[in-house]
């Protein structure tokens, strides 16, 4: 029976992918928010729910302690966050919360579980996005933190070429992080989250390395890592040309 802990399960990918696992007769510990998220979920011998706000460090921390007597087999980090807008306009706690959340948080369960990740051969996913390659007009925050993650799962591989990790760079996927930081879209053009939650189940079981999930988004990955100099030049003298007029 395989066993993983998963955070961001309330809806999205998370949730398709928790679903699966539960179907897969997976142990799971999963992290939500706060105790009114657990009317979501069956709470079962199969399924533990911890509670914690990912920006509670102390609470954090006891989460950890937790899962430190487990047996792990993956540790998925899909939750995340969105702010929108200029920079100027956002106060500072906005993207200091952005930055914990997508980044901090990551780094601190792996660096303290990271000798129960060795002894039981763990396997550590990531969500990235591919914002993280790309300059971003109101996503600069979001667009660090998640550059910041990717940095992090390619450190990481260099320095513990041991450890099983998948790095996902995702593009655009409709769910409510979009409408959560207040973006008026239809993120209905966006991929479904049941298609990517399933191709990130798929991953999860047999890929390592960093992964696109959709050939359009491999694709556009390795333009904006060969192309980066000429993007970012055209970029900026077409937003310049543009604001003049």
């Not at 939500?32 to 102390?58: G, Y």
């Not at 106060?91 to 060795?118: A, C, G, T, W, Y």
């Not at 109101?138 to 992090?152: D, I």
Request: glycine share 4%; hydrophobic share 45%; aromatic share 8%.
């Amino acid at each position: 029976m395989k066993s993983i802990f998963i955070t961001g399960v309330t809806s999205g990918i998370g949730k398709v992918v928790l679903d699966i696992c539960l179907r897969e007769g997976f142990q799971i510990v999963a992290l939500i928010r706060n105790e009114e998220q657990k009317k979501l979920f069956d709470e079962t011998s199969q399924l533990q729910l911890l509670v914690c706000d990912l920006e509670d460090r102390e609470k954090i921390q006891n989460v950890l302690a937790l899962l430190s007597k487990k047996k792990l087999d993956y540790i998925l980090l899909n939750a995340g966050l969105l702010n929108y807008g200029e920079f100027d306009s956002l106060p500072e706690s906005s993207f200091e919360k952005i930055l914990e959340v997508n980044l901090l948080v990551n780094m601190r369960i792996v660096h303290h579980l990271l000798p129960e990740i060795n002894k039981n051969k763990t396997k550590l996913v990531f969500v990235s996005s591919i914002v993280a390659r790309m300059p971003c007009r109101k996503f600069l925050s979001y667009a660090v933190s998640k550059a910041g993650l990717s940095q992090f799962c390619s450190s990481l591989m260099v320095e513990y070429p041991h450890l099983q990790i998948l790095c996902l760079e995702i593009g655009a996927v409709n769910t409510k992080i979009h409408s959560k930081a207040g973006m008026e879209l239809d993120s209905s053009k966006f991929v479904r989250a049941d298609i990517i939650g399933k191709r990130l189940y798929k991953a999860m079981l047999s890929k390592t390395g960093i992964v696109t999930l959709r050939w359009q988004w491999y694709l556009l990955r390795k333009c904006l890592m060969v192309f980066e100099d000429v993007l970012l030049y055209f970029m900026i003298n077409f937003l310049k040309f543009r604001d003049k007029k």
